[in-house]
């Protein structure tokens, strides 16, 4: 289709169900190869008209030039990309998906689901502003690229406001937020029958039952990880605390210090105790900064492997989805449709791949920080400690009042980090993933990829 035959963009909305799924595979040009007839349908356009199209014929002018900057430098790269867009129908209305797409032999692979999460109206007025900056940029005669320059600088400072240090972070959290959303959504509409689909076609029937097992294994694996999700947002509040901590405990220590020495002999068992204090807060600021580099670290490590279990997820019921349209159809050569399938399946068995490879990793990180929380608390429980010495030699002295409270919000800060820690223990000790046999699931994805 040709620039000038494009259509007009409309303020209508091309509406589909929470419950559908499309997906559309390309070659190594970006042009269309397959889709289903959600596809077909969402977009107006034929099949005719979409194969060996390119995949910019459902672009919409409101979406960043940016943003598929970003989709192709991870495609080209050999990494699998979530983002969230504004897709154009032939008729000129719009629709927004939340795309997962994969790199695939000789192209790629995108699935796409109906986005209704937290994060979509905050990116949706992002979009708004790149948008708004790449026209500006290129109205000045700047020229394209230019305009993606720009508007890439913008894109990493709101990354870095909302508290993400790149697009892969933000990526794992919303992906993994809209999939659960999504369950949420569609909770008790759908039961995964043991019993065989009813089928058509034989040879789609043993791919139909063997992507049901295979749906209800990864289902019950994307539940496991859902607590490692719950732990990730403790796990970053944690890691501010402690950081905090540290730092509000060494600058109340050099106080009280200050506050004893200005008691002369009155205040020299005081003055002793504040100096223990302030080694003993030395130790927990380093101690602090250790562990909240630990907690960072296992929260982006928890994301990413929940990324990959929920694209598995979506991969692996696109795929189911696929199976019942193939096996409704009335067309005879169902070869391309089959090979579609495949392509499907090798997609998700690379996220299946590095999601399980992402648990056994996160289980070892996981363990290694709760000794970190362990000497933690050792430090913590100094502190305390100390503090109980400094508040019964401060009675002796009535003219140490100010001494006496300063080692009294150094307890209560102390308790604070006990309790906070203590609790996130806890929580790390219950979040434990049990993965289903992982030869099972990926024979039935050998099953399911094959001609």
């Known amino acids: 289709m040709s620039e000038r035959s494009r259509p007009t963009p409309t303020l209508s909305e091309a509406r589909f169900s929470p419950e559908e799924l499309f997906f559309s595979t390309t070659d190594s040009h970006g042009r269309i190869t397959s889709g289903n007839d959600v596809f077909t349908r969402i977009s107006g356009y034929s099949s005719e008209d979409l194969m060996g199209s390119p995949h910019s014929i459902i672009r919409h002018p409101d979406m960043p030039r940016v943003v598929f900057q970003v989709l192709w430098d ?56 790149l948008r708004q900056t790449e026209l500006q940029v290129e109205s000045s005669g700047a020229g394209k690229k230019a305009a993606i ?37 569609l909770a008790n509409r759908e039961v995964l029958s043991r019993a065989p689909p009813v089928s058509r076609r034989e040879d789609v029937a043993v791919k139909r039952t063997e992507c049901r097992s295979l749906r209800r294994e990864v289902n019950r694996l994307f539940t496991a990880v859902a ?9 970053m509040d944690r890691a501010v605390f402690t950081t905090g901590l ?4 060494q600058m109340l220590s050099m106080n009280a210090q200050v506050r004893a020495a200005g008691l002369a ?59 019942a349209e193939i096996d409704a159809s009335d067309v005879a050569d169902i070869s391309s449709a089959t090979r579609a399938v495949s392509q499907l399946g090798d997609a998700a068995g690379r996220f299946l791949e590095f999601a399980l490879q992402r648990i056994a990793s996160v289980a070892g990180i996981v363990r290694g920080l709760d000794d ?24 002796r002295q009535p003219e140490s009042h100010s001494v006496a409270s300063i080692f009294e919000t150094i307890r209560e800060r102390a308790f604070e980090a006990r309790q906070k820690l203590c609790d996130l223990a806890t929580m790390v000790g219950s979040a434990r993933i049990r993965t289903p046999p992982s030869g099972a699931m990926a024979a039935s994805l050998a099953l399911l990829v094959a001609p």
Not at 168 to 174: D, R, S
Not at 229 to 234: E, F, G, K, R, Y
């Open 149 to 185: 320059e720009k508007s890439s600088d913008q894109l990493t400072a709101a990354l870095k406001k909302l508290g993400y240090n790149s697009y892969e972070e933000l990526m794992h959290t919303v992906f993994v937020d809209e999939v659960r959303e999504r369950s949420r959504l």
């Open 372 to 395: 970190r929380l362990e000497d933690f608390l050792r430090q913590v429980r100094v502190l305390e400690i100390l503090h109980v010495t400094g508040k019964t030699e401060a009675v």
């Open 227 to 235: 607590s490692f999700v719950d732990l990730d947002a403790t796990l």
């Open 246 to 249: 540290g730092r509000d405990v």
């Open 74 to 129: 991870h495609i080209e790269a050999n990494r699998p990309i979530a983002a969230y867009v504004k897709n154009m129908a032939v008729n000129g209305s719009f629709y927004w998906v939340l795309a997962l797409a994969s790199p695939i032999a000789g192209g790629y692979v995108s699935v796409r689901l109906k986005p209704a999460g937290k994060f979509f109206a905050v990116v949706r007025a992002l979009y708004a502003e």
């Open 265 to 323: 002999d009155a205040g020299r068992t005081l003055k002793v105790i504040a100096e223990h204090m302030n080694r003993s807060a030395f130790i927990i600021s380093s101690a602090a900064v250790d562990v909240s580099k630990y907690l960072r670290n296992v929260s982006l490590q928890l994301r990413e492997t929940a990324f990959n279990v929920a694209a598995v997820e979506l991969a692996v019921e696109m795929m189911d989805n696929f199976l």
